[in-house]
């Protein structure tokens, strides 16, 4: 079992910056490929990033490339989403959310290949 608990949302303005942190418990977070997601009012929860558990890949969504990182810190217990620029569109929920199935078999953007999720936490950019 895992739990996962996502801080560090808020309000921030159109080309700012903002750090979500995602808490992993009790196990490391290097057990399992861990992953960001988000998801806007009205629409689908969609990727935005994800860090094998191994630590040497990674993938971002077309809209996070130059623009987010995610990072693990060096006791495993977290893993950071770095947004810089954001804009209006980037408002919505954001998800931290847990895999363990191998790299290989797993679909980065479907959902149903994470065993675990956090409540979300949300961030609003004013335009």
């Known amino acids: 079992q895992v739990l996962l608990a996502e801080s560090g949302g808020g309000l921030v303005r159109n080309g700012g910056s903002l750090t979500l942190s995602c808490a992993v418990s009790?196990?490391?977070?290097?057990?399992?490929?861990m992953a960001w997601f988000r998801q806007a009012p009205g629409r689908e929860r969609e990727f935005v990033a994800i860090?094998?558990?191994?630590?040497?890949?990674?993938r971002y969504s077309d809209s996070a490339k130059g623009r987010f990182t995610l990072t693990r810190n060096a006791t495993r217990t977290m893993v950071h989403l770095q947004m810089s620029n954001l804009q209006p569109e980037d408002t919505a929920v954001y998800f931290c959310?847990?895999?363990?199935?191998?790299?290989?078999?797993?679909?980065?953007?479907?959902?149903?290949?994470?065993?675990?999720w956090g409540q979300g936490t949300q961030v609003t950019v004013s335009s």
């Open positions: 009790p196990r490391p977070a290097s057990d399992f490929h």
């Open positions: 860090l094998s558990r191994s630590g040497a890949n990674m």
């Open positions: 959310a847990a895999s363990g199935r191998a790299w290989l078999e797993l679909r980065p953007h479907e959902t149903r290949d994470y065993l675990a």
